[in-house]
Structure formats: C-alpha cells, structure tokens
C-alpha cells in the first residue's frame, strides 16, 4: 500500500518569512496528524484531525501556525512568520480512524525546515 | 495529558549483546503502546506495539513488556546487529481520540 507522502523534503527560508507544508496520508485514513520534530527530542503534536474536523490544536502556536484539510483528504500546514526556533522536522502521519480502537500510526518522511 | 518519560537517552552494546530501553507513563487511561524505530534522515517506523490487556509480546529478537501497575513498558532488542542502530521512541495511547504522545528517544549505537 503507498505510504504518507509529504513534500517538500527541505526547505531552507529566512526568519520572517512564511512556508507550506503538503501531506497526502494513505489513502481510507479518516485521521490525519502534524507534528513537529525538533532534533533529539520526540514528535510533539501540533494538530490532529478526523475527516475535516480539528479534534486536537492544544499545542499549535496559533499566531503563527495554520493548518486545513479540505475535504477530509490532503492537509497543508503553514508557519507565517517563521522564527529560528521553528527550525525542524514536521512530520505528517496518519491512521484508520475508527472509533473505540487502539490503532496503527503510519509516518511520513517529513519535511525537514531550516530557518536561518 | 499524558506523560512518556523514556531512558537511557543513548546506548551502545556490543554486537550479539542485547539492548534494553525503558519508558514509563503517568495516565492510567492509556491503553496502547507502540515502539518506532527511526533511521537518520528517515521516518519513524513502528516495530513493535502492545496492548494493555497483555503482560508480554515478541517478535523475532523483538519483545516488549508492559506493568500496567508500575505504568511503565520495555523494548527488549536481543543478539543485537549493526542495522539495529537507530533511534527509538516509545508512545502511549488511549483509544479514545486516538493521541500519541510519545517518549524523548534513545539513541542505540551496535557496535561490530
């Protein structure tokens, strides 16, 4: 089965700047996730959603984070203005989304930010 | 929310020496704890998960242990091999709203 797909793989812009992220999760995935991944530490959630509604985005710095998924499929997330220390991996991931279910969490390859 | 504490943050072992990394939680809701391996440069990979209805599950010269009383879980890695060098992180979930929050990571290094 294909995999979360995420583009682009880098992308290197100056403090101020704004950028956007794409994540197409496997396809029949109801659950879709972002997170970031600053170097050594583990994926913190920024948002999460089911179909197109947010279910999570306690933890999404919303003067400068956003995040949409049209139609309950593809997301993008967006950082406007970027700061230095948004520098990291945003990683998209996504699951089945059944209810009353422990399910599997499938990872994309990220998105690799650099923000000088 | 919840809470994931894991240890060591890094670990070297000799080659055909096993690895133990340990991870403990702090709600007792949660019920589903999965374990990811991440190579440099790439995504995380699950290779292990287990259930809260289970003490123990193994996979080959994997296995992971779960003490629902203690709130804490294990990754066994035995006879260990250079390709088992990566990064690990551990993660609690409970089933409803399906949210992982996951441990720091730890850094095993094989050496040959």
């Known amino acids: 089965e294909a995999g979360v797909a995420q583009s682009p793989r880098y992308k290197i812009i100056e403090k101020r700047q704004s950028v956007a992220f794409w994540c197409n999760p496997i396809s029949g995935h109801a659950t879709l996730y972002w997170y970031q991944q600053i170097l050594g530490q583990g994926p913190k959630l920024l948002i999460q959603f089911q179909n197109n509604g947010v279910v999570d985005d306690s933890q999404l710095p919303k003067d400068r984070f956003s995040a949409e998924r049209l139609k309950g499929v593809d997301s993008t997330l967006k950082i406007q203005p970027a700061k230095l220390e948004d520098s990291a991996v945003y990683l998209c991931a996504s699951s089945l989304g059944r209810s009353a279910t422990n399910e599997k969490l499938f990872f994309g390859s990220g998105t690799q930010l650099s923000v000088l | 929310g919840e809470n994931v504490e894991q240890h060591p943050s890094t670990l070297s072992v000799q080659e055909g020496d096993s690895a133990v990394i340990k991870c403990t939680y702090s709600?007792?809701?949660?019920?589903?704890f999965p374990w990811y391996k991440q190579e440099l440069g790439k995504r995380p990979q699950l290779i292990i998960d287990i259930r809260s209805n289970v003490g123990e599950k193994k996979d080959q010269r994997i296995a992971v242990t779960l003490n629902k009383t203690a709130k804490h879980f294990s990754l066994h890695i035995t006879e260990t091999q250079p390709e088992d060098s990566a990064v690990y992180f551990c993660a609690a979930s409970w089933y409803t709203g399906n949210q992982f929050y996951f441990g720091t990571g730890t850094s095993l290094t094989v050496i040959p």
């Open positions: 709600d007792s809701a949660s019920n589903y």
